[in-house]
């Protein structure tokens, strides 16, 4: 029996270890006399049994996590908690009535202790500044609980191969609206590269977002065939940690990619193109030997403006693969980002240019990207 003047505080092993180093601990105030006592079957002053009750769901539901992914590559995690402000409230009564100091808070146990369950469970490391995976807790008055993960951004290094004409390589803007959550309606549209690279990083990865970059572009009826022509996904918050990396094969479009680090992303982004043009021109071949030799003298420097800036880029190989007619076949390897119509046309300025080069009006029918060959 406990008379009127005894108060009995009861505190679960966790919130009494973390406050009382003593066995015993009581203490009269305003003629009552206070005890608390460490039990296993009473609810907590401090915690409610948060501890006890609460705490292994929490750490179940992080463990759970598809963003754990296979055991192969463990992330870098983060814990965040919200606590209700009652904890606090209640540690600190108790603290100022048996006037402790220097112990450390009820949240700084709870945190500690999750991280200790992810470190053994997981073999993951903590890290505050910049982790992979950042789980926040939130715990509301009646003990139920949230547990929210934003994972870290990630990259992806990808290559699209184009095996029919008529695709376009991006969506018309208008389409992009509803890109992200519906596939049906993706579907009836116009096929593009694009739509098929967000309807494969979304359904692995999950993600709230993802920002594509291309490395140049062909036109809509150009194929593009061999290794393919490499593009970059930002993935922003993915909800699943997904392959590492893929191959799709969607109708007339190949795609592959694979999870690559930022810094990377300069190197795969210059690269040189095996490209066939045919070329339409005003008059007749008369004299092929000629044309072929003058097709030569494509190689070498080009410099054309982009974006209102003198740019610089290389051809290594041109020559003059068929003649017909009025239509030439030319076969080029030269970096990337030379505007090929341009250089055959020469509507806007560009040097060297073929139309100026055979002296007879020449045009760009099509052209077709043969491979993708990564500067070493
Ligand atoms: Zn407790």
New binding site residues.
Partial sequence: MVNSNQLQIH??K??YDRNFSKKKISLVKYSVSVSIVKTRIQV????????LGTLPSIVKGILNSELFGSTKCVPTVDIGTRIPFIFYENEDYIRSMFQIKGAIGIKTQINLLIREKLRKNKKCFIDHINPELKFDVVINNDLDFTVNCKAKEFYLLGRYVKLARDIHQREKSWMKNDSQTSFELIDKREKSIEQSIRKSVMSEYHPEEIKITWTGSEDRHSLVLGTGRPFFVKVINPKVKGTDGKKVSEGSVDLQFRKIKQDQIDYYGKYRVLVTVLVGLDEKVNNIGHFQYLIKSLIGEVTFKFKNRITKRNIYFAKLVNAEEDKLEISLDMDNGIPIKQLIGGNEPINPCLSSILKTKCECIYFDINDVILNK
């Fill in positions: 505190l679960c966790f919130c907590c002053y401090i915690c409610r049994n948060f501890f």
